[in-house]
């Protein structure tokens, strides 16, 4: 059983999501807050869930705050930030702060579902006009070079195609299947790629990854 915590001012909007998640047979709410100081006494308790459900606009501390805070106590934990903006410059945020996703509210029920298992699994799930503008978002902040090492010329042909993969937010048991390999192999080829990007999850080498091809196309 997959444990999720949920944290939503709205009460509707939080019953709403109640709603989608109830169609995972999987899927188990254990506890929903409304705000972020709330949210993080819960994990301080002890019920740290699998994933955190997390809204971004709430009175007194935030979701992107909240986010960054969770992370520091617990950087295993997996957030999904889930927001009714469409804000790039809010999406760029909660990824530094250690996001695992970003969706918006509107996301059909299966959708939101399926990248709960993908967060799992250690992709990125973005929603298709977010992941637009996160592109165009990190062409415009060519300083943002000056926060990251360099790595991706250190992956082998393999790890490359590992990494292509794992950014289409396929899981590890798929990546395998496209590649013909074992997950034990994919899990090996994730741990490689993590060291030479200087990361510590799927979600923090799909990031770098990106800003890095990115910049480099808008400096060519």
Known sequence: ?????????????????????????ELTIIWEERDGSLALKAMELG??????????SMPGIDGIE??????????NLK???LTVMDDEKKLFEALKAGASGYLLKEIKPHLLINAIDDVLEGGLPLSPSLASMALNYLKEKPKT?????HGMEKLSKRELEVLIWLK????????????????KTVRKHLEHIYEKLQVHSGREAIVKSTVQKNLSTSSD
């Open 1 to 25: 059983m997959i444990k999720i915590g949920l944290v939503e001012d709205n009460s509707q909007l939080g019953q709403d999501i109640r709603d989608k998640l109830a169609l995972g047979k």
């Open 47 to 56: 019920d740290l869930p699998d994933v955190i459900l997390m809204d971004i």
């Open 66 to 75: 909240t986010t960054r805070l969770a992370k520091e106590k617990y950087p």
């Open 79 to 81: 957030i999904l930030m």
């Open 145 to 149: 070079q000056e926060l990251i090492s």
């Open 168 to 183: 289409k937010g396929m899981s590890v048991r798929q990546i395998g299947e496209q590649l013909f390999i074992s997950d």
